[in-house]
C-alpha cells in the first residue's frame, strides 16, 4: 500500500532514478543532460516508466508502480514455471536439491 500512495524514499532513487525523470519533465525532453552521478549515464528503463506514471498523475506519488509491476511478473513466471510437471529432470530448472554445491539438502 505504501508504494501507491507514496513517492519512493530510497538513496538510489534520490541520487539517480527521479533526478533524471524531474530534469526530463522540467527540460520537455528525454535529452541526454550533463549528469551529477555516473548511474544516470546508463540507459533508462525503469526511468521511462516513472515519467510515464509521473505525466499521468502529475506528481511521482506513483513512482514505485514499475517496481511492483516487475515483482508481480517474476512471480507470475516463477509460478507458471512450477506449474509444468511434464518437464523431464534435466531440463527442470536448478532447485536446492538438485544443486552439486548443496549436496544433501532436503535429503532425509
Known sequence: ??????????????????????????NGSVDLF???AFQQL???GAEYQILQ???????????NVPQWMG?????ICASLIC????????????TVTSNPANEGLGQD
Do not use: C, N
Not at 13 to 26: D, E, S, T
Open 1 to 26: 500500500v505504501t508504494a501507491v500512495i507514496a513517492p519512493p524514499l530510497t538513496v538510489d532513487a534520490m541520487v539517480y532514478h527521479m533526478p533524471k525523470v524531474f530534469f526530463w519533465l522540467q
Open 34 to 36: 550533463p549528469a551529477g
Open 42 to 44: 546508463l540507459a533508462p
Open 53 to 63: 506514471w509521473s505525466l499521468f498523475t502529475g506528481s511521482d506519488v506513483l513512482a
Open 71 to 75: 515483482m508481480a511478473l517474476s512471480a
Open 83 to 94: 506449474k509444468e510437471p511434464q518437464r523431464s529432470p534435466q531440463k527442470r530448472p536448478m
